[in-house]
């Protein structure tokens, strides 16, 4: 696949998206949402763990490209949000195979939302987090208003959203919203590390899980019936019998 703005590498089940506009500090715009799309939908089906980076060592991501939607209208505003979150931030939420956001500089705005879509996040020392959306006017708007809080609990969300200041990686990882800080030359290897971790299981299994910790946070939806549900159907698939039928061997699962 070829892209402009993205860059992807593929090392047998693990793929990596570098998303490739440095001297925009990899910033999003509607090509690059695109293309990310694009991206996600063709590795999901072709590896076990996807981990998402920016190019360089300044930036994750600096926010959604604002010189792209300066001169929008209201409608052209909604426009950007409903499908920036259809086409990214919610599909990549959703999506069966792990998404791991290796956060290497700068993640503000669409960056850190892109960050927080992910199924989590791990950090470079340099990496600075916020959302800055309130000091131009206007408001998260993938998704950043209702992941954030989720993550680190309404209060420092209000906070964060609020001041649109920016929090160190260290101070992110005492907030939760990241789960380990490296120097920068550590942090694909440590992604690549848990990513092996998760290798070692089953793909399907993993999937389920997926659907039922977000159901957790889908209103409408009960999350105990969605587990229950998953569960139920995890009896009937080939990893469950070859996981179990292992563990009685005394022998490492074969997962397909
Ligand atoms: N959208 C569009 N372009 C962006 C961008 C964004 N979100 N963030 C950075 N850039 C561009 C800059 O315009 C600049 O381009 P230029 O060289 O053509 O002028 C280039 O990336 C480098 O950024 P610069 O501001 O010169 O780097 P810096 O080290 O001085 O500052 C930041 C880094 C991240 C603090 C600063 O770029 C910034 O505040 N960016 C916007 C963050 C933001 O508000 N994001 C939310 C958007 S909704």
Redesign the pocket.
């Given at each position: 696949m070829n892209f402009e703005n993205i860059l992807i590498e593929q090392k047998e089940h693990l793929s990596t998206i570098t998303i490739n506009r440095p001297?925009?500090?990899n910033?999003l715009n509607k090509k690059t949402i695109e293309e990310l799309h694009e991206a996600f939908k063709h590795l999901a089906s072709r590896t076990k763990v996807i981990i998402i980076t920016g190019s360089g060592e300044k930036?994750f991501v600096?926010?959604?490209?604002?010189?792209e939607f300066a001169d929008f209208n209201v409608e052209e505003g909604a426009d950007l949000a409903r499908k920036g979150q259809e086409l990214l931030f919610d599909y990549v939420q959703n999506l069966n195979t792990p998404v791991i956001a290796a956060v290497n500089g700068?993640a503000?705005?669409?960056g850190l939302e892109l960050a927080m879509a992910a199924h989590f996040r791990v950090a470079s020392s340099n990496a600075k987090m916020g959302l800055?959306?309130v000091?131009?006017g206007?408001i998260p708007g993938y998704g950043g208003t209702q992941r954030l809080p989720q993550l680190v609990g309404k209060g420092k969300a209000m906070e964060l959203i609020m001041t649109a200041g920016m929090i160190s990686a260290e101070e992110a990882k005492d907030w939760g919203l990241v789960n380990y800080v490296v120097e920068q030359e550590e942090l694909l290897p440590l992604c690549e590390k848990l990513a092996s971790k998760i290798m070692r299981n089953s793909s399907v299994a993993i999937s389920a899980a997926i659907k039922a910790v977000n159901a957790n946070y889908e209103s409408n939806i009960n999350g105990f019936d969605v587990e229950i549900t998953q569960f139920g159907e995890s009896f009937g698939t080939n990893d469950f019998k070859e996981g179990t039928t292992a563990f009685l061997e005394k022998r490492k699962p074969n997962f397909e």
């Open positions: 001297s925009k500090l910033a930036a600096a926010g959604a490209d604002i010189s700068f503000l705005g669409g800055p959306e000091s131009l206007v």
